[in-house]
């Protein structure tokens, strides 16, 4: 085989080039990645990074590896600092900048980008949070003591509302949707989550959507819909990523919604998709699902990597989608889907307990689990879903788990 190419220097890329290498691969890999740096850690960016002053030298970075583990022991050439612009599935090339890079193989890690607010993104003390120098900036700018409004009540919006709230910062969240998180978790436990933010000091408004920012050349605050005004000096825009697929716009791939793989990760032939960019059909659930989760970036990473190099033994990849968020002093965690027909409390309180479990059931099957603080639970509950037990299964687990907690506090 010639040259395998990856294209995305994140957490998916990474792992497709040691699934690669994993695999046998030993011919030549190219890293190419729009950012300068080298693939590292998103998830600490809007929980730990936040929560301290910068650091005085502010090259602090979450990475994986240095350099020399991408050149000496993985044998790859980075390609970073310049995005791929296009690509020519018939001579099989990636156009970088003036360059075409050739390939055998291909993986296609590109991620998402940060959607923005169609109005004040030119105002200084506006930002998304995505990258590295996003954090970088986000950060900076907490340790001045700002008025923070968050604009999404979604998981990296308020995880920065906590990171705030930890530095003893005022801070309002602002979601335009009467019920959060419905996309994630589904719309009965939206709400019972998203009120650990007024639990916490954190104002929130919901049902409020944004008419304009105020201010000349720097933000002083937000207007809402209902004509409501909040002061700020920053202001964080967390509504959602889209698939970073412009790029791929009339190469001939299939856009909807990501990048279409089948349950090989495969685009086309000899193309591959890994990570949030990836819309793939995950057999376990029988549909197309395209997860923005740190675990599934790292397994479609090893799996695609796997399979472009060995097409011949390429095997499904399926999984339990699971992701886990920390908000203030609680762990939120989640597996499965939350599209299904009954979300229901099966231990605790959501109103009142700081520990509680949902389960999730779609017919007559148990597709998904929802625990807040509850982490001795959420990995037995993943087990079940991944052998596609019966909703009466996850009812009994949740019953000998109550009945074990109660012994315990006896």
């Given amino acids: 085989?010639?040259?395998?190419?990856?294209?995305?220097?994140?957490?998916?890329?990474?792992?497709?080039?040691?699934?690669?290498?994993?695999?046998?691969?030993?011919?030549?890999?190219?890293?190419?990645?729009?950012?300068?740096?080298l693939p590292y850690d998103r998830p600490p960016l809007s929980k730990q990074f936040l929560d301290g002053p910068a650091d005085p030298t502010d090259e602090v970075t979450p990475g994986f590896h240095g350099e020399d583990y991408f050149v000496e022991e993985l044998g790859v050439t980075l390609k970073l600092g310049e995005a791929a612009t296009g690509l020519d599935l018939a001579e099989k090339r990636v156009v970088v900048g003036q360059d075409a890079v050739p390939y055998g193989a291909l993986v296609i890690a590109t991620g998402v980008s940060a959607r923005r607010l169609p109005v004040g993104?030119?105002?200084?003390?506006?930002?998304?949070?995505?990258?590295?120098?996003?954090?970088?900036?986000?950060?900076?700018?907490?340790?001045?003591?700002?008025?923070?409004?968050?604009?999404?009540?979604?998981?990296?919006?308020?995880?920065?509302?906590?990171?705030?709230?930890?530095?003893?910062?005022?801070?309002?969240?602002?979601?335009?949707?009467?019920?959060?998180?419905?996309?994630?978790?589904?719309?009965?436990?939206?709400?019972?989550?998203?009120?650990?933010?007024?639990?916490?000091?954190?104002?929130?408004?919901?049902?409020?959507?944004?008419?304009?920012?105020?201010?000349?050349?720097?933000?002083t605050g937000v207007r809402l819909t209902d004509g409501s005004e909040l002061p700020a000096d920053l202001v964080v825009v967390g509504v959602g990523a889209d698939p970073a697929t412009?790029?791929?716009?009339?190469?001939?791939?299939?856009?909807?919604?990501?990048?279409?793989?089948?349950?090989?990760?495969?685009?086309?032939?000899?193309?591959?998709?890994?990570?949030?960019?990836?819309?793939?059909?995950?057999?376990?659930?029988?549909?197309?699902?395209?997860?923005?989760?740190w675990t599934s970036a790292a397994g479609h990473g090893e799996a695609a990597g796997r399979n472009a190099v060995d097409p011949e033994n390429a095997r499904p990849y399926s999984t339990v989608p699971y992701f886990w968020s920390d908000w203030y002093d609680s762990k939120i965690q989640f597996v499965g889907i939350p599209g299904a027909d009954e979300a229901r409390v099966v231990d605790g309180d959501a109103a009142v307990d700081r520990r509680?479990?949902?389960?999730?059931?779609?017919?007559?099957?148990?597709?998904?689990?929802?625990?807040?603080?509850?982490?001795?639970?959420?990995?037995?509950?993943?087990?079940?879903?991944?052998?596609?037990?019966?909703?009466?299964?996850?009812?009994?687990?949740?019953?000998?788990?109550?009945?074990?907690?109660?012994?315990?506090?006896?």
């Fill in 1 to 37: 085989m010639n040259d395998l190419v990856v294209v995305g220097g994140s957490l998916a890329g990474l792992r497709a080039v040691e699934g690669a290498r994993k695999a046998g691969f030993d011919g030549r890999i190219v890293l190419v990645g729009a950012e300068p740096h």
């Fill in 121 to 219: 993104n030119e105002l200084a003390g506006v930002h998304v949070l995505r990258t590295l120098d996003d954090a970088r900036s986000v950060r900076k700018a907490l340790d001045a003591g700002p008025r923070v409004v968050v604009i999404g009540a979604g998981f990296i919006g308020s995880e920065v509302a906590a990171s705030a709230r930890k530095r003893g910062l005022s801070v309002t969240v602002v979601e335009a949707l009467p019920t959060p998180l419905v996309r994630s978790i589904g719309p009965e436990l939206g709400l019972a989550i998203a009120q650990l933010h007024t639990k916490n000091g954190t104002d929130l408004r919901l049902g409020s959507g944004v008419d304009r920012l105020l201010g000349d050349t720097r933000v």
């Fill in 246 to 293: 412009a790029w791929l716009e009339g190469s001939g791939l299939r856009l909807d919604n990501g990048l279409v793989c089948d349950e090989y990760l495969r685009a086309a032939p000899g193309v591959y998709a890994a990570g949030d960019v990836a819309r793939w059909h995950n057999p376990l659930f029988d549909r197309l699902q395209r997860l923005e989760h």
């Fill in 356 to 410: 509680w479990i949902a389960l999730y059931r779609e017919g007559d099957r148990l597709v998904g689990a929802l625990a807040v603080n509850g982490q001795s639970d959420i990995m037995k509950y993943r087990k079940l879903i991944n052998e596609r037990a019966s909703w009466q299964d996850g009812l009994e687990l949740a019953e000998k788990r109550r009945e074990m907690l109660a012994a315990k506090s006896r």
